[in-house]
């Protein structure tokens, strides 16, 4: 689907009301009458993606992309759901609503909202990089015109900018070998929704048996089902012998750095997967061996590639660095404001992030 043009479209007179807004509950949009990605338990829920920040259970209905719906049943159960394929038009109360890749993970999407010739954009999370590299676990970003764009700023400072993807997966493949070689399992720390997957979608599976933590495998198949490819892994468990647990990748989530369920692997080399690992010392503060800068957020070249496609003047930023991205923004001549939302570091990297603010 080409980008929509909203300012081809014509504006009524007059001031035009805010399409969303921010309340205690979330990002609500008056003329709809629901909310996106709420924090408190609404009526309407539209779910931009399944990380546990922007998906959260209470709601009374919930709206997905139809990629989405497998993530959000993982995550939330049976509950109320509609699902949209991507660009499909759904309207409520005359404001005419739909879903747009947004590349961050399985079913990730942005939501566009048009209402008397106003079109506002609400990214969720997204990815996007300044040479243009795709998520190769779901459906690509999807640049969208609009009036005014509500963006992420995870990573939104300068330092950040990632590296081509398939050269930190040949750093990760690389360490991989030489462990295995050596003898000794390679622990592999990333969060177990869209992280994971990205790794197994590109590790070299011919070094070793891939295992995985048992937070992992349930979402695993989620994408599988959803016609993606991932390396063949066995839980953690199933190691059969010392010599496959020697050569073996593990990919488990943060939470089992220092545990004991990590000991079980006796000699092991440990390492993050994340966006964080850009940071100069925040490997070390973490206590592993290896940083891999691996990220399923925009970079800031990204965030800047993003807006300008947008051609969005209005500009709303939400989790992560604001007050940078705002002021950068008003630089360039738009109107920038920000949302205090309560979305957080969803790609299970807050453990890193914290430790390296100590
Ligand atoms: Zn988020
Ligand atoms: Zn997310």
């Not at 590299?133 to 690509?140: I, L, Q, V, W, Y």
């Not at 970079?299 to 003047?313: F, N, S, V």
């Amino acid at each position: 689907m080409p980008p929509v043009d909203a300012r081809d479209e014509p504006v009524a007179d007059g001031a035009h009301a805010d399409l969303i807004v921010l309340r205690p509950q979330g990002l609500y949009c008056p003329a709809g009458d629901f909310y996106i990605d709420p924090w408190r338990p609404v009526d309407r829920a539209v779910i931009t993606h399944a990380h546990a920040d922007h998906a959260r259970p209470g709601h009374g209905h919930y709206l997905c992309s139809a990629e989405g719906a497998g993530l959000l049943r993982a995550r939330l159960g049976e509950v109320s759901l509609q699902t949209l394929s991507w660009g499909e038009p759904l309207h409520w109360q005359g404001v005419r609503l739909s879903l747009h890749p947004a590349g961050h993970v399985l079913g990730s999407a942005q939501v566009r909202v048009e209402d008397r010739g106003q079109v506002w954009v609400a990214s969720g999370d997204y990815f996007s990089t300044g040479s243009g590299e795709r998520n190769p676990t779901c459906s690509a970003f999807e640049p969208l015109r609009c009036h005014c764009f509500i963006t992420e700023s995870t990573f939104g400072l300068p330092v950040y900018r990632w590296r081509p993807q398939a050269e930190v997966l040949a750093d990760i493949n690389d360490w991989w070998q030489r462990n295995a070689t050596a003898g000794r399992t390679s622990l592999l720390m990333a969060y177990s929704l869209g992280k994971a997957q990205r790794l197994l979608a590109g590790v070299d599976a011919s070094i070793g048996q891939v295992l995985v933590h048992g937070a992992v495998e349930p979402l695993n198949e989620v994408y599988r089902a959803a016609g993606v490819a991932l390396a063949p892994c066995l839980h953690a468990a199933q190691a059969t012998s010392r010599d496959m647990m020697s050569r073996a990748l593990v990919i488990a989530p943060p939470a089992v750095h220092g545990s004991a369920w990590a000991r079980r692997f006796g000699d092991f080399s440990d390492a993050f997967a994340s966006g964080w690992m850009q940071l100069r010392g925040a490997r070390r503060r973490q206590g592993v061996d290896r940083g891999f800068v691996l990220s399923d957020h925009a970079d800031w070249p990204g965030l800047q590639a993003a807006i300008r496609a947008t051609g969005a003047e209005r500009i709303i930023v939400t989790h992560g660095y604001e007050a940078v991205l705002v002021r950068w923004l008003r630089e360039q001549g738009l109107q920038a404001g920000s949302f205090r939302t309560e979305f957080g570091d969803d790609d299970g990297d807050a453990a890193v992030q914290s430790s390296s603010s100590m």
